[in-house]
């Protein structure tokens, strides 16, 4: 990919009817990893969160709490979702909210203009509504409830009894999309990923598409349709809009040029209406889709997806208290495969960190610099001539940045760290195999002993550019630690996809002393 390009991307917007757990974590992590990268790679990169505060669900919440559907939202995105993005080392570039002015008065604009383009009609409806989606549901996803619902029909993924639902709504013309989307699939492959993802929405597609209801009469929380006010607009167009509104459409033409269209990642639940919906609305207004969408999997605890309903919900701050931001992030981004479902456990979390973060990274960190103070005075040594083994170390790394870069671009976060983890592993075995302890024993040895030393420093340069975008804290530390803040400038300039060449630390440069980067959980988890 290009460096200069714009690279726009969103994390769904949120829900704020409750607190967030660690799945709204995962989501908003992997997409500013990849934001992270991009941006620092000289894509013009923009990064998009949010929340979705319309919607039935929104104004039972606030009941439940003696507080006004504003109040409530309020309370909740200063209280809880603001802190998130603080607490994970979250680097967006907005934060959109669809109770904003800029964001409703759009919407409208939009609705307009599909409606003028005749698009959308008025019609009654009559179908079984899930409150937890805010989605009239398909066959596909009600069930038969058992237990203390026995007799009832019930949402598939929430669980609970739908209710029945009879309204004089309006209506977009979704069903004439059928072949455009179709289409789109076939002419760019990659619009959804990944495969199992594709397949599902083309199968959903192919099955037929019925007339999407866009509008809601029986409450008035919401936006109001901008040639019916005793309508409100379905939530569900409402927050997809977001995408658009929070880059100008609507209002400022240039900023949207240059950002639109956008990647979305989203969990795999929601992945029709961006996949199905979305496209389609867009296409109804002119407009150019999105540059594809990415489904990601669920989390599970216990075998079951993460929810709050259930008990499985985690706040991400009972993981970030004990471990730290940057175990979080590279935790959820290395050992799950994005796109498939992940099991969270705390065995697992502990045992990573300590393998991998503390004894791996960490240490690898740690050592290296504590030689350079002790044999150097601190001093990063001159290499001198590079043998085969010094050579192979360097094509690790020019072959891992390589490789992260082709991976981060399939969206494969998970492969992108296997790759630059290669590098950790090759420098370990190498100051394992060479003993720098023992080269420092013999003065003859002491030109080995240099370039030993250098290599290490140099592949640690590349690893705290490379690892930057997962964990911003620590290879901040590093990068300090190597001297290289003031040698080569800040560590979010360096260019990530020249992080292979090497040399680029220069000799003379000054350590400083490393606090171990992961320390030594103390903690029960």
Same mark, same amino acid.
């Given at each position: ?17 409750? *607190? ?45 709490? %003696? ?5 409530? *939202? ?29 964001? !409703? ?48 029909? *019930? ?154 309903? %259930? ?116 420098? %370990?075995?190498?100051?394992? !195999? ?92």
């Amino acid at each position: 990919m290009t460096s200069g390009r714009s690279f726009y991307i969103t994390t769904p917007i949120y829900y704020p009817s409750d *607190v967030p757990h660690i799945g709204h974590g995962y989501t908003t992590v992997a997409v500013d990893a990849l934001a992270r990268w991009h941006r620092q790679a000289g894509d013009d990169t923009w990064m998009l969160t949010g929340t979705d505060e319309h919607g039935q669900k929104m104004i039972r919440a606030a009941a439940a709490n %003696n507080a006004t559907p504003q109040e409530w *939202v309020d309370k909740l995105v200063t209280e809880s979702w603001f802190p998130l993005l603080e607490t994970l080392d979250i680097a967006n570039d907005d934060f959109i909210r669809t109770t904003q002015e800029r964001h !409703e008065t759009r919407v409208q604009t939009f609705l307009q203009a599909i409606y003028d383009r005749g698009y959308i009609y008025a019609g009654e409806y009559e179908a079984l509504y899930c409150v937890g989606c805010e989605e009239f549901k398909p066959e596909s996803e009600i069930v038969d409830g058992t237990g203390p619902f026995e007799g009832l029909k *019930v949402c598939v993924i929430h669980s609970k009894p739908l209710e029945l639902l009879q309204e004089k709504n309006y209506f977009f013309k979704l069903s004439e999309f059928a072949d455009r989307l179709l289409e789109l699939y076939r002419d760019e492959p990659d619009f959804v990923r990944p495969e199992s993802a594709r397949n599902e929405v083309i199968s959903f597609v192919r099955s037929g598409l019925k007339d999407l209801s866009i509008s809601r009469s029986t409450f008035d929380w919401g936006i109001e349709v901008p040639w019916d006010s005793s309508h409100v607009i379905y939530v569900w167009v409402d927050a997809l809009l977001n995408y658009a509104t929070a880059v100008g459409y609507g209002a400022d033409p240039e900023t949207f040029e240059r950002r639109w269209p956008a990647y979305h990642v989203v969990g795999k639940d929601i992945l029709r209406f961006h996949a199905v919906i979305w496209p389609a609305m867009l296409m109804a207004a002119g407009l150019d889709v999105p540059r594809g969408v990415f489904a990601h999997g669920w989390l599970l605890v216990g075998g079951e997806k993460m929810s709050k309903s %259930n008990l499985t919900g985690i706040a991400p701050t009972e993981i970030t208290d004990v471990f730290g931001s940057d175990a979080y992030r590279f935790y959820f981004l290395s050992a799950i495969a994005f796109g498939q479902d992940g099991s969270f456990s705390w065995e697992d979390l502990s045992a990573r960190y300590q393998a991998e973060l503390a004894n791996g990274f960490g240490n690898l960190a740690s050592r290296s610099i504590a030689m350079i103070e002790k044999y150097y005075e601190g001093i990063v040594p001159p290499p001198g001539e590079y043998t085969e083994g010094d050579l192979a170390v360097q094509k690790i790394v020019s072959d891992a940045v390589t490789t992260a870069d082709a991976a981060i671009d399939r969206f494969r976060i998970d492969e992108a760290i296997a790759a630059i983890w290669t590098i950790v592993d090759a420098l %370990n075995l190498y100051i394992t !195999e060479n003993a720098p302890w023992a080269l420092a024993k013999d003065d003859a040895q002491r030109e080995r002993l240099g370039t030993v030393l250098y290599t290490a420093a140099e592949g640690l340069r590349a690893l705290a550019v490379l690892l930057s975008p997962v964990t911003p804290e620590s290879t901040e530390k590093l990068w300090i630690a190597l001297g290289a803040a003031e040698s080569l400038g800040r560590l979010r300039d360096q260019p990530i996809r020249e992080a292979g060449a090497w040399g680029i630390l220069r000799p003379g440069t000054s350590v400083n002393g490393l606090a171990p980067l992961f320390p030594r959980v103390e903690q029960s988890v």
